[in-house]
């Protein structure tokens, strides 16, 4: 380990030391009979947090390799991926969906997508056949999996997220009609939508289901 992963890991340590004297405090000052509760509740609110910084990082990881991938397999069709990777761009991280495990007892876990619930069917199966290329890119960068086997992941979404913000100012047709018809006129003039961009058929990479 280098000097620089040894201080990132001190001062990782450090807040996390910082954190937990912070909450111990929090309880110590609350009434005894409310000192259960309160640190039930801040125990939830640490992992809602821990939930959510991993599900950002997904997406940021999700972005860059979409963006890896367009530009890998630009020469086989450059007007069709410099299209592709516009779109990835443009939606950027808010148009990510993030994953989350998906686990019955006595079934083996898999980790399915959380779908958002204002974005096109159309643009949905493109990040699908987009995320097919993957073995491909690890092929073409002689990339090997390191660590522990990964779950496996299934594009089918487990859940949408209701609240989900959407992006204002994307094409019309990047919008779910469904979800699109379903705003208020006040929340149509807000989202102010652009016209229509054509979105490119990409087939599954290798026959992929």
Same mark, same amino acid.
Request: hydrophobic share 35%; aromatic share 8%; glycine share 6%.
């Given at each position: 380990m280098n000097l620089a992963a040894l201080r990132k890991l001190c001062e990782q340590k450090l807040a996390q030391t910082h954190q937990a004297h912070r909450k111990q405090?929090?309880?110590?000052?609350?009434?005894?009979?409310?000192?259960?509760?309160?640190?039930?509740?801040?125990t939830a609110k640490d992992?809602?947090?821990q939930r959510e910084d991993r599900m950002t990082a997904y997406r940021h990881g999700t972005l860059a390799r979409w963006i890896k991938i367009a530009v890998q397999n630009r020469s086989q069709d450059p007007e069709k991926w410099d299209?592709?990777?516009m779109i990835t761009q443009w939606l950027d991280v808010e148009g990510m969906s993030g994953d989350e495990t998906d686990? $019955?007892? %006595?079934?083996?876990?898999v980790v399915r997508r959380i779908e958002l619930p204002w974005i096109s069917p159309v643009i949905s199966n493109l990040f699908k056949s987009i995320e097919s290329y993957q073995s491909a890119f690890q092929e073409g960068n002689m990339l090997e999996k390191v660590g522990n086997t990964s779950l496996e992941h299934r594009w089918e979404a487990g859940r949408k997220v209701r609240k989900?913000?959407? $992006?204002? %100012?994307?094409?019309?047709?990047?919008?779910?009609?469904?979800?699109f018809q379903g705003l208020s006129p006040s929340?149509?003039?807000?989202?102010?939508?652009?016209k229509?961009?054509?979105?490119?058929?990409?087939?599954?990479?290798?026959?992929?289901?």
């Amino acid at each position: 380990m280098n000097l620089a992963a040894l201080r990132k890991l001190c001062e990782q340590k450090l807040a996390q030391t910082h954190q937990a004297h912070r909450k111990q405090a929090m309880v110590s000052s609350c009434p005894h009979d409310r000192q259960v509760e309160m640190t039930a509740m801040l125990t939830a609110k640490d992992a809602k947090r821990q939930r959510e910084d991993r599900m950002t990082a997904y997406r940021h990881g999700t972005l860059a390799r979409w963006i890896k991938i367009a530009v890998q397999n630009r020469s086989q069709d450059p007007e069709k991926w410099d299209v592709i990777q516009m779109i990835t761009q443009w939606l950027d991280v808010e148009g990510m969906s993030g994953d989350e495990t998906d686990y $019955i007892l %006595g079934t083996k876990k898999v980790v399915r997508r959380i779908e958002l619930p204002w974005i096109s069917p159309v643009i949905s199966n493109l990040f699908k056949s987009i995320e097919s290329y993957q073995s491909a890119f690890q092929e073409g960068n002689m990339l090997e999996k390191v660590g522990n086997t990964s779950l496996e992941h299934r594009w089918e979404a487990g859940r949408k997220v209701r609240k989900a913000a959407a $992006i204002p %100012g994307l094409p019309r047709n990047w919008y779910n009609d469904k979800w699109f018809q379903g705003l208020s006129p006040s929340a149509h003039l807000m989202l102010s939508v652009s016209k229509d961009v054509q979105v490119p058929s990409l087939e599954l990479y290798g026959g992929a289901c």
